[in-house]
């Protein structure tokens, strides 16, 4: 009997709840994915194994060496090695016969040894698959918990697709995800994007059959496999999707190549180092690689080393004091000249801050592709309850006619559900984000039938010569002022003061200038 997605969901989290014990929540995913990828990888060979027995009982007379080669050709994509393989009594290095050995010391040894054996087996599928496997070591997880959390997942049903879809597997990884999300709070952002975040900007970027998608800041996957998830619920295929994604850190990537293969993705490349420092994908020239869809939601504010020659930055180099626009720019180049968009959730600061961030966000401006500005809000994230922002890009040339110089802003901070630890994007307020996406505009630039929930404009087209007149500044509060009077959230504030100080320092400029040219002297700004 197939098995259900709440059976293996509450199997789950039983076994990793057996770490409570041991371990802050915050760390449950570096041991509970390993584990749950190399039970999946195990019962799906054991599951082809006995699928190729069953199905070839005439090869008695072949040696062991030629069944295997057979075997491995028509039946299995992966191998499971043994431990051992020299030795008399030989050892496979799959879940159930490490599990046999349970109750032996040395437990988390013969775990590591078996993970090992897998990568180094399967050095094009599963090199440095499964992290940095500190948790194996005694002195991190006892061998006891660790033998507590095996059992616990044994009990689990068999993980292979004669026993459930790819569907009910990869649903219940990203249960897992969440779960431990929601349970740790801030730290959990630095892999995990909310669902529902995530599925907004793939529909704003549409992606299609065969096309390419990248993340620069993949975190554990969400995006790239939400990318494939909507297209086939378009019905599109998917798997038609080339998937590429780096991430900083080791364990991170491995737990996105897991997630990816648990949705029965295998068309992906995910590479692991700093993006801003060592981007992975380049061409045979060394500039970076170019794709049709890009989307991230990078870390806000990171305190980062400047480029000194690099032909990402246009318009400027970001300051050391926050890579949110480096981040941006990295995004810019990775976009295919002739399809490329790009999506990126980001803090309000990148709208309206000044110095290096403003002649970056000039260029990007005058260069017209900068496409939708879309204003989210706050407390969706697990890592910060700050407001966000959504923007769009386009490459040079590839916007529509009805949104060339100029840019779309829509206020979305109100359509929101408060749930237990931080608000959520409901269906609806996704649907009518995309409906004032798509909309077009009156001659105030404002969205025909697209009103915010108290009756006023909720998206509005700015031509370009408008915010060439802000200077260059992109608040959304500035655009859309009726929601913006309304609102009295800590954001919309910090926003407000923001403007009104601008506007003080350009007003004491002029003043200071017009002394100067009087002759009058010492003043201050």
């Not at 046999?100 to 050095?123: D, F, H, K, Y």
């Not at 990148?350 to 401006?365: C, D, P, S, T």
């Not at 105030?444 to 108290?454: E, F, Q, S």
């Not at 608040?475 to 800590?490: H, P, V």
């Amino acid at each position: 009997m197939a098995v259900t997605q709440q059976e293996i969901e509450n199997r789950l989290w039983d076994a990793a709840d057996e770490l409570r014990v041991a371990m802050p929540e915050a760390q449950y995913s570096s041991v509970v994915f390993p584990l749950m990828f190399w039970k999946y990888l195990s019962d799906t060979w054991d599951h082809r194994h006995q699928e190729f027995l069953d199905e070839n009982e005439g090869l008695d007379d072949l040696s062991a060496e030629e069944a295997r080669e057979i075997e491995y050709r028509d039946n299995q994509s992966f191998e499971i090695p043994y431990l051992h393989p020299d030795t008399v009594q030989q050892v496979r290095a799959s879940w159930s016969a490490i599990l046999a050995t349970i109750t032996q010391p040395g437990l988390g040894q013969r775990v590591r040894a078996s993970l090992q054996a897998i990568e180094t087996a399967n050095p094009d599928k599963f090199s440095r698959l499964f992290g940095s496997m500190t948790w194996t070591s005694e002195e991190v997880l006892p061998g006891e918990v660790l033998a507590a959390v095996m059992q616990a997942m044994d009990r689990t049903p068999k993980m292979h697709e004669g026993n459930m879809s790819h569907d009910v597997l990869g649903g219940a990884y990203e249960y897992l995800l969440k779960r431990f999300s929601d349970g740790s709070g801030t730290r959990a952002g630095q892999f995990f994007t909310p669902r529902e975040v995530v599925e907004l900007i793939v529909e704003l970027l549409d992606p299609k059959g065969f096309e390419s998608v990248y993340d620069p800041t993949c975190g554990s996957g969400g995006m790239l496999i939400a990318s494939a998830t909507l297209l086939k619920a378009h019905g599109g295929r998917g798997y038609t999707l080339s998937l590429y994604g780096q991430e900083s850190v080791l364990d991170t990537a491995g737990v996105a190549r897991m997630n990816l293969f648990m949705h029965n993705l295998t068309q992906f490349q995910v590479e692991v180092g700093d993006t801003l420092k060592e981007p992975r994908f380049k061409k045979q020239d060394g500039s970076v690689a170019q794709f049709d869809v890009i989307l991230a939601n990078p870390p806000y504010s990171l305190k980062w080393k400047p480029w000194t020659k690099d032909p990402r930055a246009i318009g400027g180099v970001a300051p050391q004091s926050s890579a949110d626009w480096a981040f941006v720019q990295h995004m810019i180049a990775s976009m295919d000249p002739q399809k490329g968009r790009a999506g990126v959730v980001l803090p309000h600061g990148v709208l309206f801050r000044g110095g290096q961030e403003a002649a970056i966000r000039q260029r990007v401006l005058d260069d017209d592709l900068l496409e939708a500005v879309i204003g989210l809000p706050g407390n969706l994230f697990y890592s910060t309850s700050i407001p966000t922002a959504i923007l769009i890009f386009r490459a040079p040339g590839t916007k529509m006619p009805q949104r060339k110089d100029g840019v779309l802003f829509i206020d979305a901070s109100k359509r929101f559900a408060k749930a237990k630890n931080r608000n959520i994007l409901t269906a609806k307020d996704i649907a009518d984000v995309m409906t004032a996406y798509r909309s077009s505009f009156d001659a105030n630039g404002d969205a025909v039938d697209h009103l915010d929930r108290d009756g006023d404009p909720s998206a509005r087209f700015i031509p370009t010569a408008e915010i060439v007149a802000n200077e260059y500044d992109l608040n959304i509060g500035r655009y859309i002022k009726q929601t913006a009077a309304e609102q009295e959230d800590l954001g919309t504030l910090i926003d407000a003061y923001n403007i009104a100080r601008a506007d003080r320092q350009k007003s004491e400029q002029r003043m200071l200038s017009v002394l100067a040219a009087a002759g009058i002297e010492g003043f201050d700004e």
